[in-house]
C-alpha cells in the first residue's frame, strides 16, 4: 500500500487540476475544511459530491471496560464524526 497524499502534495494536485496556483487551491481547500468542521461540529451533515456524507451522530451514555482492570465504568455521552463513502467512490476502487 502506498503512502498517503501530504497536504503540499493535495494542494500540488488541485492546483493543477484547477488550472490555478497553489496560493488558491490551498485557500479552497482549506475554506472547504472549514466549512465541514463548522457544518459537523453544529451537529449537522455536509455531502462531497462522488466522495460521501460526514455527519456528526449523538452516542448515549453506555458501560465500558478498562481492559488492564477490568473494572467496568460509565462513559458520559458524546459525539461522534461518521463518514458514509459515497457508491460512486467505492465503485470506482473496486471497478
Request: glycine fraction near 8%; charged fraction near 25%; hydrophobic fraction near 40%.
Amino acid at each position: 500500500m502506498s503512502k498517503p497524499m501530504t497536504k503540499t502534495q493535495l494542494v500540488a494536485a488541485l492546483a493543477e487540476k484547477m488550472d490555478s496556483d497553489k496560493k488558491t487551491a490551498a485557500a479552497a481547500l482549506d475554506a472547504i475544511g472549514e466549512l465541514v468542521a463548522s457544518e459537523v461540529s453544529a451537529g449537522g451533515a455536509i455531502t462531497l459530491p462522488g466522495i460521501g456524507k460526514i455527519a456528526c451522530r449523538a452516542r448515549p451514555e453506555r458501560q465500558v471496560r478498562n481492559p488492564q482492570t477490568g473494572e467496568t465504568m460509565t462513559k458520559a455521552a458524546d459525539r461522534a464524526v461518521k463518514v458514509t463513502i459515497a457508491k460512486a467512490l467505492k465503485d470506482s476502487v473496486n471497478g
